[in-house]
């Protein structure tokens, strides 16, 4: 990674709880990395001639039903007949649906081009969105929604001051993985219509990390820093969203991880990333600096942005900051505004 600094001077506002300050901030530059046609009825034939000798078909009488008598036998065909005399021979079928009652007919088919229509209530029950949680190692939430009657469209998906955008797939299923920030976790989903469908879980062993997230709307851009126990950027100690570890404990239990939550395709996106340190687990003493880095973009240079960070506590819900930062002009719109000191250290004591 390059790390050749570009120091400017730029003007940063943060809104930190109740309080509004601006302070001069010093940039560096790191590279990162149609209907269904009618159908056609064929012509009718030429009836056929009347054939010659043919015995009528008795039908039973409405009130002897089940009693329909054989129709008469004709004459065999004589050896050396013809076809045609054979055919003509064979008396003519008249249709007895007519003759029969109601009970014995059995239901009408239904007419050509009819589809089965579903009633309100299954219709109803086929389309209700089912979501189910689950917990994995690293006090991470697994969130699997099941919504067939919302297949390939955004959803919002909250969970304790978390909000990040989802695309289902064509069938309707969405899994992701949230980081939890609360003990008694509660995970909704949110589409079009404020039609909504959470589910909740346990998760005690949250008590053993320390998470902090940053998180924004549309096309601001930040990146998130952790660096642990005196790393360097760019170093292998700099957990960030291009270097993310892993939510798998090792032996030492000496690294933290990153999580990148929120699809950026759909239509206004929501964006978050968590970091999280197992503090509870770890072996290392020493501490975890912070550091937001504003990005500056042709789409977010020369304006404000805004975000939000959350802080887990053990006892209570995460607490939120609000964050404004007034970006350089276009002149050089790349680089980044790092925003140091707007998150305190994470304090490991270990063993």
Same mark, same amino acid.
């Given at each position: 990674? /390059?790390?050749?600094?570009?120091?400017?001077?730029?003007?940063?506002?943060?809104?930190?709880?109740?309080?509004?300050?601006?302070?001069?901030?010093s940039?560096?530059?790191?590279?990162q990395?149609? +209907? &269904?046609p @009618?159908?056609?009825?064929?012509?009718?034939?030429?009836? +056929? #001639?009347?054939?010659a000798?043919?015995?009528?078909?008795?039908?039973?009488?409405?009130?002897?039903?089940?009693?329909?008598?054989?129709p008469?036998?004709?004459?065999?065909?004589?050896?050396?007949?013809?076809? %045609?005399?054979?055919? =003509?021979a064979?008396?003519?079928?008249q249709?007895?649906?007519?003759?029969?009652p109601?009970?014995?007919?059995?239901? &009408?088919?239904?007419?050509?081009?009819?589809?089965?229509?579903?009633?309100?209530?299954?219709a109803?029950?086929?389309?209700?969105?089912? @979501?189910?949680?689950?917990?994995?190692e690293?006090?991470?939430?697994?969130?699997?929604?099941?919504?067939?009657?919302? #297949?390939?469209?955004?959803?919002?998906?909250?969970?304790?001051?978390?909000?990040?955008?989802?695309?289902?797939? *064509?069938?309707?299923?969405?899994?992701?993985k949230?980081?939890?920030?609360?003990?008694?976790?509660?995970v909704?989903?949110?589409?079009?219509?404020n039609?909504?469908?959470?589910?909740?879980?346990?998760v005690p062993?949250?008590s053993?990390?320390?998470?902090?997230?940053?998180?924004?709307?549309?096309k601001?851009s930040? %990146?998130?820093?952790?660096?642990?126990?005196? !790393?360097a950027f760019?170093?292998?100690?700099?957990?960030? *969203?291009? /270097?993310?570890?892993? &939510?798998?404990? /090792?032996?030492?239990?000496v690294?933290?991880f990153?999580?990148?939550?929120?699809?950026?395709?759909?239509?206004?996106?929501?964006?978050?990333?968590?970091?999280?340190?197992?503090?509870?687990?770890?072996?290392?003493?020493?501490?975890?600096k912070?550091?937001?880095?504003?990005?500056?973009?042709?789409?977010?240079?020369?304006?404000?942005?805004? #975000?939000?960070?959350?802080?887990?506590?053990?006892?209570? +819900?995460?607490?939120?900051?609000?964050? =404004?930062v !007034?970006?350089?002009?276009?002149?050089?719109?790349?680089?980044?505004?790092?925003?140091?000191?707007l998150?305190?250290?994470?304090?490991?004591?270990?063993?």
């Amino acid at each position: 990674m /390059n790390l050749v600094r570009k120091v400017s001077v730029v003007a940063a506002t943060f809104l930190i709880a109740a309080a509004t300050g601006q302070f001069m901030q010093s940039t560096f530059h790191r590279s990162q990395p149609a +209907a &269904a046609p @009618a159908p056609v009825t064929p012509p009718l034939a030429a009836p +056929a #001639a009347k054939p010659a000798q043919t015995r009528p078909v008795q039908v039973a009488s409405l009130e002897q039903p089940g009693k329909l008598p054989l129709p008469l036998a004709s004459a065999p065909a004589r050896d050396g007949g013809s076809i %045609d005399a054979l055919r =003509s021979a064979i008396p003519a079928m008249q249709p007895l649906a007519g003759a029969l009652p109601a009970a014995l007919r059995g239901p &009408a088919p239904p007419a050509p081009g009819a589809t089965a229509r579903a009633k309100p209530e299954t219709a109803a029950k086929v389309c209700l969105p089912r @979501a189910s949680i689950s917990v994995d190692e690293g006090a991470i939430l697994h969130f699997r929604l099941d919504a067939p009657c919302h #297949a390939a469209q955004r959803v919002v998906i909250r969970h304790g001051g978390l909000a990040f955008t989802e695309l289902t797939d *064509a069938k309707g299923m969405l899994d992701v993985k949230i980081p939890a920030m609360q003990e008694d976790a509660r995970v909704t989903a949110m589409f079009a219509g404020n039609k909504t469908v959470s589910a909740t879980t346990t998760v005690p062993e949250l008590s053993l990390y320390d998470r902090v997230a940053v998180e924004w709307v549309g096309k601001d851009s930040f %990146d998130l820093h952790a660096l642990e126990f005196g !790393a360097a950027f760019g170093s292998a100690g700099d957990i960030w *969203a291009q /270097n993310p570890g892993s &939510a798998t404990p /090792n032996t030492t239990a000496v690294e933290g991880f990153m999580t990148v939550l929120g699809n950026r395709s759909v239509t206004l996106p929501m964006l978050a990333q968590v970091y999280t340190y197992p503090t509870g687990l770890s072996t290392e003493g020493g501490k975890v600096k912070l550091v937001i880095d504003a990005v500056i973009t042709p789409e977010t240079c020369g304006r404000e942005m805004l #975000a939000e960070t959350l802080r887990t506590r053990r006892d209570a +819900a995460p607490k939120k900051t609000d964050l =404004s930062v !007034a970006m350089p002009d276009c002149s050089h719109p790349d680089g980044y505004v790092q925003l140091a000191g707007l998150l305190p250290d994470i304090q490991v004591a270990g063993e």
